[in-house]
């Protein structure tokens, strides 16, 4: 089990759902429910900079500054889902 979701590095454990679900509806345990549901991820033409520019500015909703943003997501890069 990953502590954070491989496509976009958000603690699972933050994750309201818990996690994203697989086809036949269990809890992925590698990806969020933001980034994937029923098998299959959301968006699934996003780029590395556009996940990263997604975590940045959700960070800075919850009132993280945008170097803490960016600390966060730069690991993003490295996760399963880019690793093509
Ligand atoms: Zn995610």
Redesign the pocket.
């Given at each position: 089990m990953s502590a954070a979701?491989?496509?976009?590095?958000?603690p699972l454990k933050q994750?309201p759902q818990g996690g994203?679900t697989e086809t036949d509806g269990s809890l992925s345990q590698t990806?969020?429910?933001?980034?994937?549901a029923d098998g299959a991820f959301l968006a699934p033409d996003i780029t590395i900079a556009e996940m990263q520019a997604i975590g940045i500015n959700a960070l800075k909703a919850q009132g993280f500054p945008r170097p803490i943003g960016w600390l966060m997501t730069r690991g993003i890069p490295k996760l399963e889902r880019w690793q093509n």
């Open positions: 979701c491989q496509s976009c590095a958000m994750d994203g990806y969020c429910s933001y980034c994937y």
